[in-house]
C-alpha cells in the first residue's frame, strides 16, 4: 500500500477538523470547520449533531481539495472525538431527538447528588471505574429520556438508538448501516463495565435505557463499517481507527506498555497512564478507562486532570504583567539558581487532584525582601512541575506501578526549564515527541493497522520522531527538599482536610 494515506476526522468541542496523514505518519494537510455552542441555562451546554455531521463533511471535502489528494489515495478514515458528548436518533431516519448533550453540561448534577446519596457510588465505581458526575454520558442521556416527550416510548418500541459523538459520525458515513462506537468511547459513559467488557444492564436500567439503544463496541482497529457513495465520497472506504482523543493521543504517543504515560500541557493538565491488560481500582480522585483495544487486546489507563498549568504562565502575562510573553518566562527563570524559597500554590479555580478543594485560593508565599521577578516566574513554572508529580505519584505509588517515561505534548514543552525541571521531579524521562496533531494521529495509526497499512504496533514506533529527552540531573536530596516545600505551600492554601 505504497503511498497510501490516512484520512482522521477529529471531532473536537469546538468543531472539527480533518487531517490527511502520509504513510509515514506525517501531516500532509488539515482543515477545520467550528460549529455552534448553545446554552439554553446556565451550565447547559449543547450540540446541534446534524450541524456537526455537515461541518464533518465540508472539512473533508475541503481537505482533499485544498491537498489535491485523490479519494483513491485514502486507504482508511479514521475518528477520534470529544469524549462524553451524547446524542439520541431515531434508526429509521436518523433524525436526533434533541441536540448532544457535551460533556461540559451540568444538567446531570441533581441526577448525580441523587445516586450518591442512595449509595450507589461504590456500585457505579466498581463497574465503570467511574466517579459518579455530569461529565459522563449517562445523566445526560437520563435527562433526554425524562424530558424529551415521546422518547421512552419510542424507546421501549425499539426506534431510538444513543452513541457518542464517533457512533454518530460512523452512522452517518455509513448511510445509517453501521452503529458502534470503540472500546475507549464506551468507557466514558457510565454504563460500559469494562470488567465484564459489556453494556451493564443495572446502569442502563438506572438510567431509563435499553440495551437495545447502545451501540456495538469494538476494537479500535476493527472495520466499523464503510463509507456510503454521495455527495462526499465515490467509492466505499473503510472506516477504521476510532478513538476517543485523550485515548488516541495517548496511542499517537506509543504508550503502548504498563507505566507509559502521557500528558499534555494546555490551560491545564490531561495525564493518563498505561497500567496494563488487567483494571486496577483507582486511587481516590482518579479514574480507570479503558486506553484502548487494538490487535484484539486491552490496555486500561488511570486519568487525572490538574486543573491550572498552562493557564499560570498565562496570567503572568495578561493578568500579573511580570512577562510580555510566555517565552520569556524560561530565560528568566534560568537567570536566578533557585527560587530563593519562594513557591507559588496556583489555586486559580480551586485545587483538582490529589487536593479537591473547590474552595481554596492561590497564593505565592515564602517571599523575603531579596525576592525578584526572576524567583516568582520560576516558582509559577516549577508549580506546573510539582502539580505534575503530585498526580503520577498518585497514580505509581499506590498500586506499585513504575513509570517508564512521560511523552508530553503541547506549548509548554517547548520551555526546556520546565522539562528538565519536571523530569527532575520524576526521576524519569520526559520525551517530547515531534507529534503534530497528537489526537488526529492516535487514530490514524489505529486504523493504519486496521486495513494493514503498518503491520503492529512496534512498527509504529518508527514513525515518531523525537525532538528532546530530558533526563534527571537533579540529587534526590535536593529534589525532596524541594517538593517538601511544595507540600508545605500548598497545605497552606487547602480549606479542608484531605
Keep these: 500500500m505504497s503511498d497510501a494515506k490516512i484520512l482522521a476526522i477529529d471531532q473536537s468541542t469546538s468543531g472539527t477538523k480533518a487531517v490527511i496523514f502520509s504513510d509515514q505518519g506525517k501531516v500532509v494537510h488539515r482543515c477545520t470547520e467550528n460549529h455552534e455552542q448553545y446554552y439554553p441555562q446556565p451550565d447547559w451546554v449543547e450540540h446541534d449533531p446534524e450541524e456537526i455531521f455537515e461541518k464533518t463533511k465540508l472539512a473533508i471535502k475541503n481537505v482533499l481539495k485544498e491537498s489535491k489528494t485523490d479519494l483513491s489515495e485514502i486507504a482508511a478514515v479514521a475518528i477520534t472525538n470529544q469524549r462524553e458528548t451524547v446524542a439520541v436518533w431515531d434508526r429509521t431516519n436518523g433524525k436526533p431527538v434533541y441536540n448532544a448533550i457535551v460533556w461540559q453540561c451540568q444538567r446531570g448534577a441533581a441526577v448525580c447528588k441523587t445516586l450518591k446519596e442512595q449509595g450507589y457510588s461504590e ?91 447502545a451501540p456495538e463496541v469494538k476494537y479500535s482497529d ?21 478513538m476517543g482523543d485523550s485515548h488516541a493521543a495517548l496511542f499517537g504517543q506509543n504508550c503502548f506498555k504498563k ?49 491550572c498549568t498552562g493557564d499560570i ?31 507559588m500554590a496556583p489555586a486559580f479555580v480551586g485545587l483538582g487532584a490529589p487536593y479537591w478543594d473547590n474552595a481554596a485560593k492561590a497564593s505565592i508565599s515564602g517571599m523575603a525582601r531579596s525576592t525578584k521577578k526572576a524567583h516568582v516566574v520560576r516558582a509559577a513554572l516549577e508549580a506546573i512541575a510539582y502539580q505534575i508529580k503530585d498526580l503520577v505519584d498518585l497514580m505509581t505509588k499506590g498500586v506499585g506501578i513504575e513509570l517508564s517515561d512521560i511523552r508530553v505534548d503541547g506549548g509548554p514543552t517547548k520551555n526546556e526549564f520546565l522539562m528538565q525541571f519536571q523530569s527532575d521531579m520524576l526521576s524519569s524521562n520526559v520525551v517530547v515527541n515531534d507529534v503534530e496533531e497528537a489526537s488526529a494521529l492516535g487514530a490514524a495509526f489505529a486504523g493504519g493497522i486496521g486495513v494493514g497499512l503498518w503491520k503492529n504496533l512496534d512498527e509504529l514506533g518508527g514513525l515518531l520522531s523525537t525532538r528532546k529527552k530530558y533526563q534527571p540531573k537533579m540529587s534526590k536530596d535536593v529534589k525532596e527538599k524541594l517538593y517538601a516545600g511544595w507540600l508545605k505551600a500548598v497545605n497552606t492554601v487547602i480549606t479542608k482536610n484531605v
Design 123 to 213: 456500585m457505579v465505581e466498581s463497574k465503570t471505574g467511574l466517579l459518579i458526575d455530569p461529565y459522563f454520558s449517562a445523566t445526560g442521556l437520563k435527562w433526554i429520556m425524562d424530558n424529551v416527550e415521546g422518547v421512552k416510548e419510542k424507546a421501549a418500541a425499539g426506534e431510538l438508538v444513543f452513541g457518542t459523538m464517533d457512533s454518530w459520525i460512523i452512522y452517518n458515513l455509513t448511510g445509517g448501516k453501521a452503529h458502534a462506537t470503540d472500546y475507549s468511547n464506551a468507557s466514558r459513559t457510565m454504563l460500559y463495565n469494562i470488567y465484564d467488557l459489556k453494556w451493564d444492564n443495572e446502569l442502563l436500567e438506572l438510567m431509563g435505557l435499553h440495551e437495545s439503544m
Design 222 to 242: 476493527a472495520i466499523f463499517g464503510y463509507t456510503e457513495i454521495g455527495d462526499v465520497f465515490d467509492r466505499e472506504i473503510p472506516i477504521t481507527g476510532v
Design 259 to 307: 507505566g507509559m504515560a502521557k500528558t499534555t500541557y494546555g490551560t491545564g493538565s490531561s495525564i493518563m497512564m498505561n497500567i496494563g491488560k488487567k483494571p486496577m481500582k483507582s486511587p481516590q480522585g482518579l479514574v480507570t478507562s479503558i486506553g484502548f483495544g487494538c490487535k484484539n487486546e486491552i490496555d486500561y489507563v488511570f486519568e487525572g486532570n490538574v486543573h
Design 313 to 343: 504562565i498565562n496570567w503572568l502575562v495578561k493578568d500579573l504583567e511580570l512577562i510580555s510573553n510566555a517565552q520569556q518566562s524560561e530565560a528568566l527563570a534560568l537567570s536566578v539558581d533557585d527560587t530563593n524559597g519562594v513557591y
